[in-house]
């Protein structure tokens, strides 16, 4: 019986299985959005968004610039800090169009950026979307993503533009 034996094997050692989790997180938080099969994006879930909650916790002392912080607040960060780069590499490579490499700090994305993101938000800060199944193995594949991504920003566009347009057609209307 498995009671109380939480998350997936994937039939691999803890090392083997803690690594994979690692790698997977950067290249979430690197991309903001990865394509996995349904099982490892609902473990990764799991993984990503306890790193982002340690950075959501701390509030405004992780975007804070560090000259404005005092003694016991750059201790709060610090420690912080050192516990998501205890998990993820800190630094991530992203190839932009043009070909050239761009070199990212993973974990100050994850302290100043995600954390001002989603500072009002209580939890739940990835999406899982659905593709099918893979070609070679039938395996359930899907994009899991974080919240508020890049691409979120064009769909609030396209509502904004339907909302600009239902005042307009209400006028010309009468």
Not at 141 to 150: D, H, N, P, S
């Amino acid at each position: 019986m498995r009671h109380g034996n939480m998350g997936r094997k994937f039939d691999r050692n803890t090392s083997s299985r803690r690594a994979m989790f690692r790698n997977l997180t950067a290249n979430l938080i690197l991309h903001e959005r990865i394509e996995t099969t349904d099982a490892k994006a609902k473990e990764l879930r799991r993984v990503a968004e306890r790193l982002i909650t340690k950075a959501v916790r701390l509030g405004e002392k992780a975007y804070t610039p560090q000259d404005k912080l005092d003694d016991k607040q750059k201790a709060e960060r610090l420690a912080t800090q050192r516990l998501i780069g205890s998990f993820i590499p800190r630094w991530g490579v992203r190839v932009e169009k043009g070909g050239e490499a761009k070199k990212i700090d993973l974990v100050e994305k994850v302290m100043v950026e995600l954390s001002k993101r989603y500072a009002s938000r209580p939890g739940g800060y990835t999406r899982i979307v659905k593709l099918g199944p893979r070609r070679g193995d039938n395996a359930p594949m899907c994009f899991i993503e974080l919240v508020g991504a890049m691409s979120d920003g064009a769909k609030k566009d396209k509502k904004a533009k339907a909302k600009k347009a239902e005042p307009a057609e209400a006028a010309a209307a009468t």
